[in-house]
């Protein structure tokens, strides 16, 4: 392992995390607040330290897989450390595992959240806040398709290239050339969300706050009530539909919007599986809040397709108090937190194709039951999937599964309730943000115990990375000179 090499390239996107810091500074200059100060001192310290630490380690060399590892998992627990220091400077968080719980939530664009009035704050702290996750939301979308499948793990595994190159699903042949494009894509779904966002009547800061937020599909509101605070169908129904399209692979966003060819969304199959569960969830659970009592109007069409989208692309906002709502929408809703968005999206999860291909094997091993001697491909969209990518998928169900398990038993262990553990850590683990019971919609995490925060702050990192991302660092091999 280069450890210099690591740390030199840590340090550069700490410098740019720092630099990020300056919006939330304009933000507080304009509306003279006091957190000025504490977020200069916050971004002084970023920058100056990560100047500092890339200039020490300054060298010329290749970065290796096991480099790749070590900079992607120890970046983001890195920028999470220094992120949370505007939080603590300007006093908004006072201990230092609120706040660095609060910042992992927002980097891994979990939306988890240890405040308890969000309103009270000055609106620079917000904007930093949201900031935390847009910035979060495009580095996964780069890591997932740029970077990760380089590495031999993410869902994007199964569009692999026939020519050489990091890029599984690349737009152009360097990466640094497909994460400009992925930016110009992000960047214009945020401003189309936020100019609509007005138009319904919500004010530049709110509109900007909350297109951050659902475009990496984060949750993070600068409302205590989330969406349902507005009570304009207009509004959620203008956020359903973005945090929908956040779910979507992006690449396939640039492909459909530079050939103007609409058709491409509907011939991937993972996005038309991706439709399926959302809409039948959105059924199913309308229907039985009907039966329940709450009826089959309109509004409540819109709250159980609204709650759905936003557990599913694992954005976590909310327009009612959906642990309030019947035992099966409330075990649906908890089983859509395992689902996640598509390959390639900001969305957390397993991700939809993982369960795609989960479902398509378990066929195949039928059709071998019945003809021992045929061979079966598993295809999708066409394409075969290898023998190798299909062990990838079925070992990562696997460990998620297993992860649930243990840190729900540590969760229990720590005092809360079955139901609260269970759900604390699929949402985070998810990336969704909200569970149910003592971490349910109309509440946050600020009663879990510290050892359950971080223990929760673990599950965030191993969720966004994938999990084999943080886990391989574990093995004593990475780590020996090579």
Not at 61 to 83: K, M, Q
Not at 315 to 328: I, K, Q, S
Request: charged share 10%; proline share 3%; with cysteine.
């Amino acid at each position: 392992m280069k450890i210099r090499l690591v740390i030199h390239v840590v340090a550069l996107v700490q410098v740019f995390v720092g630099l990020s810091m300056l919006l939330p500074v304009l933000c507080a200059v304009y509306y003279q607040e006091s957190a000025l100060v504490p977020l200069l001192w916050a971004m002084a310290v970023t920058v100056g330290s990560g100047l500092l630490a890339a200039l020490l380690t300054r060298q010329q060399e290749d970065i290796r897989i096991r480099e790749g590892f070590a900079i992607v998992s120890l970046g983001w627990v890195a920028i999470a450390g220094f992120g949370m220091l505007p939080f603590l400077f300007s006093g908004t968080i006072s201990g230092v595992t609120d706040a660095y719980f609060e910042t992992m939530s927002g980097f891994t664009t979990t939306g988890a959240s240890i405040l308890t009035d969000v309103e009270i704050l000055p609106r620079s702290i917000l904007l930093w806040r949201s900031l935390t996750q847009w910035l979060g939301g495009m580095g996964i979308i780069v890591l997932s398709i740029a970077i990760l499948p380089f590495l031999g793990v993410g869902g994007m595994q199964l569009f692999r290239a026939e020519v050489p190159g990091p890029s599984v699903d690349r737009l152009k042949p360097r990466i640094s050339q497909t994460a400009g494009l992925l930016w110009m894509v992000y960047l214009l779904l945020t401003v189309m969300e936020i100019l609509m966002l007005m138009l319904g009547g919500m004010d530049l800061f709110d509109s900007a706050n909350h297109s951050f937020t659902t475009m990496a599909t984060g949750g993070f509101s600068t409302r205590n009530l989330s969406v349902g605070y507005y009570r304009s169908a207009y509004i959620q129904y203008v956020v359903t539909f973005f945090m929908f399209m956040a779910g979507i692979n992006f690449s396939l966003h640039y492909r459909s919007l530079t050939g103007l060819n609409l058709k491409a969304y509907f011939r991937d199959r993972e996005l038309v599986f991706y439709v399926l569960i959302l809409l039948g969830a959105t059924g199913a659970i309308y229907v039985c809040n009907g039966m329940e009592g709450e009826g089959f109007a309109e509004k409540s069409l819109r709250d159980s397709l609204f709650q759905v989208v936003s557990i599913t692309t694992t954005t976590g906002y909310a327009t009612v108090d959906f642990d309030a709502w019947a035992p099966l929408s409330r075990i649906m809703l908890l089983a859509l937190m395992f689902v996640g968005g598509c390959a390639g999206s900001t969305g957390g999860g397993m991700k939809v194709i993982r369960l795609l291909l989960i479902l398509k094997h378990g066929k195949t091993e039928l059709k071998k039951l019945l003809h021992p001697q045929a061979v079966f491909l598993v295809r999708v969209s066409k394409i075969r999937v290898r023998p190798e990518v299909m062990l990838n998928v079925l070992g990562f169900f696997t460990l998620y599964i297993a992860l649930f398990i243990f840190c729900s038993f540590i969760m229990t262990a720590l005092g809360l309730d079955i139901i609260s553990a269970a759900s604390s850590v699929a949402a985070t683990l998810g990336n969704i943000g909200p569970g149910l019971g003592q971490v349910g919609p109309m509440l946050n995490f600020s009663g879990v115990p510290l050892a359950g925060k971080w223990t929760l702050s673990l599950c965030m990192l191993l969720g966004r990375l994938e999990i084999f991302t943080v886990i391989v660092l574990f093995l004593p091999e990475v780590w020996r000179k090579a």
